[in-house]
Each structure stands twice: as C-alpha cells, then as structure tokens.
C-alpha cells in the first residue's frame, strides 16, 4: 500500500475516519483512537477542502460542471493543464445512456443537485444528484483525502427495468455508460491485462475484437512527462475512442466489426448493457455501484501503476486489535520495485508460503527477496502445483524478463 500520513476527521452521519501512516506491506499497524476534546484532529500539512463546485486536496484539484455533474477541469500541483477534454463536449464521468444500437442518440443525465458532503479537512466530497435516462435516480460521489494524488469517483445508479416486449429487437437493448476524455500532450494509451499491458490497435490481432476491451485494473495516457492513470474497480468493459460497443444479438457477419482504432485518449466505461443473447433474464434493475479512480502522475511508470491499482482493488483491512501489536516490520520486501508480489498465500499442504513474484516493469529484472522478521530456512522454485523446484541459495537473483512470472515454496523452520 502507498505511504500516507496519519489524521482523523468525524464523518458525515457521525463517523469517523482515519489515515493510517507507514503500514508495511503484508504487516500491519495498531491504532487506539481516544477523545481529545476535539471532533478533528487532523495531523497532516495538506488541507482537502469542498464547495458546492470544487475539490482540493492539496495536491489534486477538480472542478464539476454545474449542470451536468461532469468533471470540466482536473489539475495536479506542479503540473500545468487540465487532465480533462471537453472539447468533445464531454467531461470526466459523464453519464450516456442509449437503447438501440445507434451511439448518436446517447442521453445524458438530467440537472443535477450538487452537495457538499465532507468539508475536510482529512476528507472532502461532493454528492452530485439527478434523474438519468435509464435509472430512477443516479447519484456520483468525488472524493479527496488531504495530501492525496488521486479522486475517488463512485457512482451509484438506481437502475430502472427496460420493459420491452422483444428484447431481440433494439427497442428492447441498452447501454450504460460512462465517459473519461483524458487530455495529455502527445500521450499514449495502455490497457491493463493479466500479467502485462497492451496499446489497442497496435498490440492486437487483425481478427481481434477492437469493439470494447476487458481490462483488469487500470487504464493510463502518458507522455514522457506525465500522464493519468484510470483505475476501475467494478466496471471490466471499456471502449476506446469512442461508443463503439452497439452491436446487437449474436454477429457472424465479420464485416460489421470495428476495422481500425485510431490514436485516442477517450475511455468509455460499458458499466450495464444486455447487448447479447444469454441465458439469464434480458433486463436489469435496482441499486448499482460502479467505482473509479482517477490519478494524475508524473512519468510513465508502469509498475507504479500497476502497484497502485492493486491498492486500489485491496484496500486495508481493519480488524479489533487483541493480543501483542503487530510488528512494523513488513514480512518480506523485494528489490527491484519494478518486481511486485501478485501472490502471497499458505500452500495447500500447511508446510510453507507460496510467493510469486511478476515483474510489472518495462525492462527484465533480476529480482532478490529480503526477509525482515524471519529468514526462511528454505527457498525453492515452484509452479502451479507448489512442488519443490531447485532450491535457491540466499545469494540467488531470480531473472524475470518483462513480464515476467516465477513462483516460489519458502519454508520455515519449525
């Protein structure tokens, strides 16, 4: 998880919220929290602040369409520009809803009420509320913690039923939607996969579907200077460029499929549609949440990337402390960072760990791991079914090209 300071702040609704400082990696922290006489006792240097258009955490800014609830404008301190294009006539998370196959005839949500929910000075947010095309009630949620890079973005959508008496035809088809037209100079697109990241168009397949993608974390436009990353923790589906993704039932007919992306920096979220034939009911309805994270960065670190999605997706878990405070100490740490842990877990028989290490960068690695409770009494290379592989000496570097996987059986003594 990334390093952030400590602070804490009573919520909306009574609540109170804290940020826990330097908690390592597979490790943890203990926390008492007590009353000082005060309801906030912030204790970091940043302020977020919130009015009834704008989010601030000292690092990050942003500004909301009061019309459309869009984000118009997202700045970072030290940066110049704005991360958002609306020159299209769209602005970050805005909302498009069309039946039928026909993206020209996309409907935005209705006017929107905007609120301040938290005015900080830890947390700050804005509740942003309308009627929308599609739902009973669409309600997006921004949020800053002080000090932060990045917003948070959760939209909720009180979906309404599509009644239709032929879901075969385009009366009875919908997609939901949610737009991001980044804006960075010169920037390139790269999509998150499993163990590894593409450019649509470019790292594709002639007869691949260019349509929509299936990404796994993250999204990101980068220059050589500074880019934005785009996490989605509940939507897979994206398209590029544009709303492409408006083909109907089953296609055989190759010709109808998208030939060709051009160069883009325009991220549409499919978040709902029932688009195709299956076996489950052609309709969907009720409350749906769907949550983005916007993070503008500078360089193109990919590995960094892909570390902060994955803290995004696992965030810290919070449990009554009892017994002896943990140790600070982090479990174990690898060297180089571009080498992350994707897995760390009890083999199946109980006698070790099972550790398997990816090498997230964009160049090969030789990657060493240092224990710092506990050194093992055994190191072996492993594979899928945790069987002893060569044995590794202390001194050992293990090479991972980029891309790169190896797994291995750490034992301990008794």
């Not at 737009?179 to 998150?192: E, I, R, S």
Request: net charge positive; with cysteine; glycine share 10%.
């Amino acid at each position: 998880m990334q390093s952030v300071e400590a602070g804490i702040q009573r919520m909306t609704g009574g609540k109170l919220t804290f940020l826990a400082k330097d908690v390592p990696p597979f490790g943890g922290r203990r926390y008492t929290v007590g009353t000082r006489g005060a309801d906030v006792a912030p204790l970091v240097e940043a302020r977020a602040t919130a009015d009834s258009g704008t989010l601030d955490s000292g690092v990050v800014r942003l500004t909301v369409d009061k019309t459309t609830g869009g984000i118009t404008r997202l700045e970072m301190k030290g940066l110049d520009g704005n991360f958002a294009d609306t020159g299209g006539g769209e602005s970050l998370n805005d909302y498009r809803y069309f039946t039928g196959d026909d993206p020209a005839k996309a409907q935005r949500n209705g006017p929107v009420t905007i609120t301040v929910g938290d005015r900080g000075p830890l947390v700050a947010s804005l509740l942003i509320k309308s009627a929308a095309p599609g739902c009973r009630m669409l309600v997006r949620e921004l949020r800053v913690v002080a000090g932060g890079d990045y917003v948070e973005i959760t939209d909720s959508v009180d979906k309404a039923r599509l009644e239709s008496n032929n879901y075969k035809s385009p009366v009875g088809k919908e997609s939901l939607n949610f737009a991001f037209p980044f804006n960075v100079p010169d920037g390139k697109l790269l999509l998150d996969i499993p163990l590894g990241a593409i450019r649509p168009e470019l790292d594709q397949m002639p007869s691949a579907c260019k349509n929509w993608f299936s990404v796994g974390r993250w999204a990101d436009v980068s220059n050589a200077k500074s880019g934005i990353t785009w996490v989605t923790l509940d939507a897979p589906l994206v398209q590029v460029g544009g709303v492409t993704a408006n083909l109907l039932n089953s296609q055989m007919n190759p010709d109808v499929w998208r030939k060709k992306i051009e160069p883009t920096q325009r991220l549409y979220s499919w978040a709902m549609n029932n688009h195709w034939g299956t076996n489950y009911r052609a309709y969907q309805e009720g409350p749906v949440v769907f949550r983005f994270v916007l993070r503008p960065h500078l360089g193109t670190a990919v590995a960094e990337t892909t570390r902060f999605a994955a803290a995004c997706c696992q965030p810290l878990v919070a449990v009554p402390g009892r017994g002896p405070a943990p140790d600070a100490r982090p479990l174990l740490s690898v060297e180089p960072s571009e080498v992350l842990v994707s897995a760390l877990k009890p083999s199946d028989d109980g006698k070790a760990l099972i550790v398997r290490l990816f090498n997230a960068g964009t160049a090969p690695a030789e990657a060493k791991l240092v224990w710092e409770r506990k050194a093992p009494r055994h190191v072996y290379l492993s594979d899928t079914s945790e069987r002893l592989g060569r044995k590794l000496s202390s001194s050992d570097g293990l090479a991972l090209p980029v891309s790169g996987v190896v797994a291995l059986r750490v034992e301990f003594a008794d």
